[in-house]
């Protein structure tokens, strides 16, 4: 019975370290306060904001989720925080894994 729970707690821990190496780094450390990628600035009049942080230190390719149309692309300078479209145009932005 002992060495069949350490077989399961060895191929447990395995798993675990492999999800570990598995995972991909992230494009970099945001701000205290500041998030990375793709968020939804809420207003009280006008509807809602999609706005996109690019937390890379080179410039970054974007593909925005447009819903009534084909989708966009758009290049991001480094560290810049700003304006996608509207929420109720855009639903989502995301890294292309393209530099510009």
């Not at 992230?26 to 006008?46: D, H, N």
């Not at 560290?79 to 894994?97: C, G, H, K």
Request: aromatic share 12%; charged share 20%; hydrophobic share 45%.
């Amino acid at each position: 019975m002992r060495s069949k729970l350490r077989r399961s707690s060895a191929v447990i821990c395995a798993a675990v370290v492999g999800m570990a190496v598995a995972t991909p780094a992230a494009q970099a450390q945001a701000p205290i306060g500041e998030r990375c990628g793709a968020y939804v600035v809420l207003w009280t009049s006008g509807g809602h904001l999609l706005n996109y942080k690019n937390c890379n230190d080179r410039a970054v390719m974007i593909e925005i989720d447009m819903r009534y149309e084909n989708n966009r692309f758009r290049c991001m300078r480094p560290w810049e925080n700003s304006l996608v479209e509207w929420f109720q145009i855009a639903d989502n932005a995301w890294w292309t894994r393209q530099y510009c």
